[in-house]
Nanobody, 126 residues
């Protein structure tokens, strides 16, 4: 089994630059891609950023130029560096990995799909 745990959220002043982390635990063999979503109060969950194992990235228009997504394969940890935060960035941020290949000995290799973390709250004050 695998588990995703986000960290790094909290209270921050507008203009702040926190970094969110997504640690993937288990006997991980491969993480195909990783995404960051966010959901503000009263709004739908939206895709903020994504990265593939090949290094390709994409960002929503609202965060493009301010946020940077990355992944450390050795640590099996993803990151979302957020710069120049605005009050409208306030939301619960979720880490998502659509497909994770892991080892489940003695059973063997398995694929975990649609993997989500529990979310971390980011509150930006003006």
């Amino acid at each position: 089994q695998v588990q995703l745990v986000e960290s790094g959220g909290g209270l921050v002043q507008a203009g702040g630059s926190p970094r969110l982390s997504c640690a993937v635990s288990g006997n991980i063999l491969n993480i195909n891609s990783m995404n960051w979503y966010r959901q503000a109060l009263g709004k739908q969950r939206e895709l903020v950023a994504g990265i593939t194992s090949g290094g390709s990235t994409n960002y929503s228009d609202s965060v493009k130029g301010r946020f940077t997504i990355s992944m450390d394969n050795a640590k099996k940890t993803g990151y979302l560096q957020m710069n120049n935060l605005k009050p409208e960035d306030t939301a619960v941020y979720y880490c998502n990995a659509p497909r994770i290949l892991f080892s489940d000995l003695p059973t063997g290799e398995k694929v975990a799909v649609d993997n989500w973390g529990q979310g971390t709250q980011v509150i930006v004050s003006s």
